[in-house]
């Protein structure tokens, strides 16, 4: 297959070109065809990599015994080649059959998005910033609990959030950077002198940035300050503009640069299924107009890809550059498979979505096989 004179967003800017691909690879990009699929005004982005995602499609990756087919060919008809199947706020007995289930799917190789890695949202989590988890779930960070979850995850346990407030969290953010997980500061209340007393333990990351936190103020910053003004701390971001105004995103864009921000879904079981009511972890969520609330009126998760969250950027103006570096190369970079994904080169496996002009898909595909098509 050839996808001539598309935009091709690479690591040396957007080059207009033809892209033949050859046994599931990229076999050429910077060469012309007489013949191929015509791509003009088209950008190809590299797949997208998602870091935190719960589900989607009707499949939930906290479940203990449940196969990701669904959910991960979902995700694929949007371009999303890999994902970081991310672990709710379960008991410790739950969430290591969570885990377990995931390892197993992860060694039959479903159809669909690539299983990269597993993020673990809970247990070690603050319950005065719970969100939508359950706090009779949460427990107080525990190394040796920590070493039971990376051991059952057969080294798949890449990303964990922590509220670096409690007690036992020290412990715990040295013992997962021995092991070499991402610890994400989230779900917490943590002011800006614990923040920095995570960061200088080794914590990277902030989790879903904004939400489900104590919030900036001027004259206290918090953890969430914290991580937007220091360089090297990787800011998630949900944009699907439910969890975030535009506003804010830029805010983020803006402290971040370009190589600090993982744009996530943080998407549940009932993304992609369109309005309705659906029971997780044992509570009511209403799905409404791409909303879903709780009973009670709060956020719980989006109802949407990391797709949804790109379009949004490139439709306010956002250089596709920065947003391939979010949705893409970052991302890749977190879960250490920048080796192999994430960018558009010669000789790797063809993970590869092409949005139109009005940045609607047009096709997209995994290793050469395609799975969504409309490109005339």
Sequence with gaps: MVLKDVGAVTPFGIIQTDI????????????????????????????????????GFGTEYSAPKERFDGGLTGEAHYGVTGVCCTVRCLPVDETVAAIKNI???YKRKPSGARIEGIHLEGPFVS???????????????????????????????????????????????????????????GHTGADKQQALHA???????????????AQFHHRSPNAVG???????????????????????????????????????????????????????????RHVKDGICTLDNGRIAGSCFTLYHGVRNLLKAGFDPMRVWKAACHNPAE??????RAGMLLEKRAADICVLDRNYNIALTMIGGDVYEERIN
């Design 103 to 105: 390892v197993r799917e």
């Design 127 to 185: 319950p005065d910033y719970s969100g939508s988890m359950n706090v009779k779930d949460m427990v107080d960070p525990d190394p040796e609990i920590l070493q039971e979850f990376y051991d059952a995850s057969h080294g798949l346990l890449k990303i964990i959030t922590v509220a670096p407030e409690l007690k036992g969290a020290d412990a715990l953010i040295l013992k997962a950077k021995e092991l070499g997980i991402t610890v994400s500061m």
């Design 199 to 213: 960061y200088l333990l080794g914590a990277r990351q902030f989790t879903h940035t904004f939400n489900a936190c």
């Design 334 to 339: 977190t879960l250490r498979i920048s080796h």
């Design 226 to 284: 914290f991580a937007l003004t220091k360089p090297d701390i990787k800011c998630e971001a949900i944009c699907d503009l439910v969890h975030l105004d535009l506003l804010t995103v830029r805010l983020i864009f803006a402290a971040k640069g370009d190589d600090f921000i993982n744009m996530i879904s943080d998407s549940g079981v009932f993304a992609g299924m369109g309005d309705g009511d659906f029971v997780v972890a044992g509570q009511r």
């Design 20 to 55: 033949t691909i050859e046994n599931g690879k990229i076999a050429e990009i910077f060469h012309t065809h007489n013949k191929g699929k015509d791509c003009t005004g088209m950008l190809a982005f590299p797949g997208f990599i998602d870091t935190h995602i719960h589900g």
